[in-house]
């Protein structure tokens, strides 16, 4: 019984450390107030504020392609809606570098390295690092080439997160759809497991196998 | 008319006489304990796999410029419910080596790998090995960063071979290096080759291991937990349907857990570096294997000189290999044997410590402690001779197989 006790716990205490908290691993954090952090988890009321802001601060040299959003300088070129009526919203991404070679070379002969797309970055970065980064880029990575472009303004910063919160992950009534359909999932795998276990003792009572 | 329907295929196919003869006159020991299941599970596992990497194939693209978008623009966004299937097939990889890893602690407890069932152990032990092989190729097909740099890594270590005397001028690492990537870079011919490796020749050669040790626990017997082969016909309780109910129940509590983790807990399974595309010009801060190599990493990195690292490694692999052959006392179980028991604690504590240790920073104290922990891994090998003399001494003592 001790014995039993004892792998148990300390096959759990493993996988804890291993998959959920690693106390022992390096951790980065980034501080982020918490009136502005409301604003980046409020998907629902800020993301359409947050496009327009990175519509008019951003855009001029990322793209957020998994939203349609490309860099300005193809947003007005013809060829966008020529190609996009072909491939569909999300440019595949070769067509897209090829096709805009030159938009984008211009970018990097400025900047040293092609901007980022930002689809994926906010579950790359996380909301906290984000935010700090993009109010201070050379604060957080000294020596980036990212211009503070929204330094003072970090009401519209993190409104611009809410924004690549919105495009990164799902939206908040997919969201609970999907908690729903958890819940429903792990309910029903209990409830069997246990009429399982109940039915297998009658069974074997019966059987005298008890 | 059903029943008519299925008493017309019995009389040709005689299924019944199949499941009679195979599931309930079967007999197997009463007393086995939970993790005995862990078998069951990881046969579920393994299936789990194969119907989601199935749906996978079907929106895919092993192509370096657009596999990134196809995992996550394509399934994730795109296609309905497919991000429940990756989500799935992410947490399924990790659950199937977490079930495989306590599968074979438990065999190793249990002394499973003992006469008549070496061949088991062995086979089992190439599923282990297969299994390993099939993680790794799966894990560069998202084309994240953490792909990228995570197989970059992994190509290096065989290069340390090169560092050895006299066969390091022979440049073999540095062959078997080229040949993993496919090339001197990671590249269009890398992530083809391990598309085809992963969502084909693997998971055959795989499918044809299991069945085989499948078939090897029925033609052995499975092993008891008092270490003593059982008298079938007088202690035996039908598998079907003592067992399958038992394990039933188990297998939904595991699958319970496992869909907690695929609805709320996809952080470590998809982390979050490798939602970044994959970028040879930079590299992430942190670079580690997957949790179920981390072990072998620390051993690798632990020890100062290369090549010694590489063979203390492998000799690990080995040594689990030919553990039938190190361990010759007639006694089995752990239950049975104290001596045996401290060593599976020592080799417990150590391979997790390994694992914990390979997640953390290389610092010198963190590299004295990997040694002191190959170490101990180590020591639960090299005991086991000396465990199995001093066995054999009581078992004479006690007057051998009259007991």
Known sequence: MIKSIFFTLITLVFFYIIWINNIFAPHERYEMPAQYAKIAEDVKSYAKEGKQLFEQNCQACHSVRYDGVYISSVQANPKLQTLQEKYGKVLPRDVYESVFYEDLMGLKESFGKVPPDLSTIYLVKGKEYLYAFTLEPQKVLPGTSMPPVMTGRPEETAKIVAYLKSVAEPSPEEKSKRVLMGVGTIAYLIVMGVLLWIYKGRLLKRMGLH | ?403
């Not at chain 2, 029943?3 to 006159?25: F, K, T, Y």
Request: no cysteine; glycine share 6%; charged share 15%.
């Open chain 2, 1 to 403: 008319m059903l029943s008519r329907i299925g008493r017309w295929i019995d009389e040709r196919a005689h299924l019944s006489e199949l499941w009679q003869s195979q599931m309930v006159d079967y007999k197997v020991p009463k007393n086995l304990t939970f993790p005995y299941a862990f078998g069951v599970m990881a046969i579920v596992a393994f299936a789990i796999q194969i119907i989601s990497g199935i749906f996978l194939t079907m929106y895919y693209q092993p192509n370096i410029h657009t596999a990134f978008d196809s995992a996550n623009y394509t399934i994730m966004k795109e296609v309905p419910f497919m991000w429940l299937v990756r989500h799935v097939h992410a947490a399924g990889a990790n659950f199937f080596l977490a079930i495989v890893y306590l599968h074979i602690f438990t065999g190793i407890y249990y002394n499973a790998y003992k006469k008549p069932r070496e061949l088991t152990w062995i086979v089992g032990w190439v599923i282990y090995f297969v299994l390993l092989v099939t993680a790794l190729t799966g894990y560069l097909l998202p084309w994240g960063q953490l792909s990228y740099w995570g197989m970059v890594v992994t190509a290096e270590i065989p290069t340390s071979i090169d560092s050895a005397p006299i066969i390091g001028s022979l440049k073999i690492g540095e062959t078997i290096s080229i040949l993993m990537k496919g090339g001197y870079e990671i590249g269009q011919v890398t992530i083809g080759r391990f598309f085809g490796l992963h969502i084909w020749l693997l998971p055959l050669i795989l499918l044809a291991l299991v069945s085989f040790h499948l078939y090897l626990v029925r033609a052995a017997g499975i092993s008891n937990p008092e270490g003593r082969e059982i008298d079938k016909k007088k202690e035996g309780v039908p598998f079907h349907p003592y067992i399958t109910l038992k394990e039933g129940a188990y297998l939904m509590g595991y699958l319970a857990v496992f869909f907690f983790f695929v609805f709320f807990y996809m952080h470590h399974f998809l982390p979050a570096d490798n939602y970044d595309p994959a970028d040879p010009f930079k590299t992430p801060a942190h670079i580690a294997p997957e949790w179920y190599l981390l072990a072998y990493y620390t051993i690798f990195r632990s020890i100062p000189d290369k090549f010694l690292g590489f063979v203390a490694f492998n000799l690990t692999l080995v040594f689990l290999l030919i553990l039938p052959l190190l361990d010759f006392s007639p006694i089995k179980s752990a239950r049975n044997r104290p001596l045996f028991f401290i060593m599976f604690i020592v080799l417990v504590i150590s391979s997790m410590a390994l694992t914990i240790l390979g997640t953390m920073p290389p610092t010198p104290t963190n590299a004295m402690l990997g040694l002191i922990f190959t170490a101990g891994l180590f020591s639960f090998f090299i005991a086991l001779p000396i465990i199995s003399i001093i066995e054999w001494g009581w078992y004479k003592a006690k007057g051998g197989e009259k007991q």
